[in-house]
């Protein structure tokens, strides 16, 4: 295989490993499933995931087909980038790698959703447009534990700065753990 076709074996394997660990969060955060845009993503996403699911169930409102495929897609992935002759590891060490990607690639998802989900409730705070509401409803179910520690205070809220902290931290921590691995940062989703 040539050097173009490999990256686009991995760029195809990158998109459809986002959009199915998109679903993992739309399940894990319990979003509306009646919102198109959901309904569009799960349908992408249950072509690669249905045959897993009627294996492997959900545990405690955890998809773990999803899960699953998205961890094996990225070493798939970084199996495809062995096969360039870019790097050479051996199968302990792509899980590995696969694993942290699939992290930094959580961490990276729950921050933007956080991020645009604050922004959009500024901008549109009353808008029905299904993308606002997603991020929305992405934004509070996220926050939703951090406001246990930090409830509204005055008609502010401030649990999302505590989210914010806690997912620097976890990426920043799990950054360092697949430093430690070995993991090239250029091949990882998750950045």
């Not at 294996?55 to 360039?84: H, M, R, T």
């Not at 934004?139 to 809220?157: A, T, Y």
């Amino acid at each position: 295989m040539t050097e173009a076709s490999l990256f686009l074996l991995k760029a195809i394997l990158d998109i459809v490993s986002v959009a199915v660990f998109i679903t993992f969060f739309f399940r894990l955060l319990k979003v509306d499933y009646y919102n198109p845009i959901v309904q569009g993503i799960l349908k992408i996403a249950d072509i690669v995931t249905s045959r897993l699911r009627v294996l492997v169930k959900p545990v405690l409102g955890i998809d773990l087909a999803s899960l699953i495929i998205v961890i094996l897609f990225q070493a798939l992935s970084f199996y495809v980038i062995s096969i360039s002759g870019n790097v050479t590891f051996s199968l302990v060490t792509m899980f590995s790698w696969s694993l942290f990607s699939v992290m930094l690639l959580g961490l990276r998802i729950a921050w933007w959703a956080l991020i645009l989900g604050i922004i959009t409730s500024w901008v549109a705070p009353r808008n029905s447009h299904p993308a606002i509401r997603l991020l929305q409803q992405m934004s509070d179910q996220i926050c939703k534990p951090f406001r246990v520690f930090l409830p509204p205070m005055g008609g502010l809220d401030f649990s999302p700065i505590l989210a914010f902290l806690i997912l620097q931290f976890l990426y920043i921590a799990v950054i360092n753990l697949s430093y430690e691995t070995g993991l090239p940062m250029n091949f990882s989703i998750g950045l």
